[in-house]
């Protein structure tokens, strides 16, 4: 079982080695450049020459830092959130307001075309139904 796995580590780190073959180069009659690992007959090749993988440390991702990308997208949306969560809070506050004024107060009035008019007492109650909608739906 030992020597099993001695060999397939020895075939596994020398396959790179065997895939690495050589490669031609030519120009056809018509002008057309052709690749192949086996040069033409009757004609000349040039042998390519492939470089090197580098060694050492990988190098950074073409397109940026990835990470430091994320990064800057996650604290953009965390802004963007917490100014909604800010706007929110604002508006429930506002439509508490406005709502324990329509029910404290049965004499409301209202600007109309440059005019101040009494809410009749269904208005007053629709707008009440209304405002405790708008509440129970976004400050809850």
Known sequence: MRTFFLTAGLLISLSP?????????????????HFDAQPPQGREATLVVTPAPPVGKPSAPPHGNVIGDQQA?????????AEQQTQLK???????????????????????DGDMRRLTD??????????QKQIT???M
């Open 137 to 139: 739906k976004n400050c």
């Open 90 to 112: 604002v508006f429930c506050e506002q439509a508490r307001t406005n709502l324990a004024q329509l029910q404290n107060n049965p004499r409301l009035r209202e600007e109309v």
């Open 17 to 33: 080695l065997c895939m690495a073959g050589q490669i031609y180069k030519w120009v056809d009659a018509q002008g057309v450049t």
């Open 122 to 131: 269904q208005q007053r109650q629709e707008r009440i139904t209304e405002a």
């Open 73 to 81: 997208i996650d604290k953009k949306v965390k802004k963007q959130v």
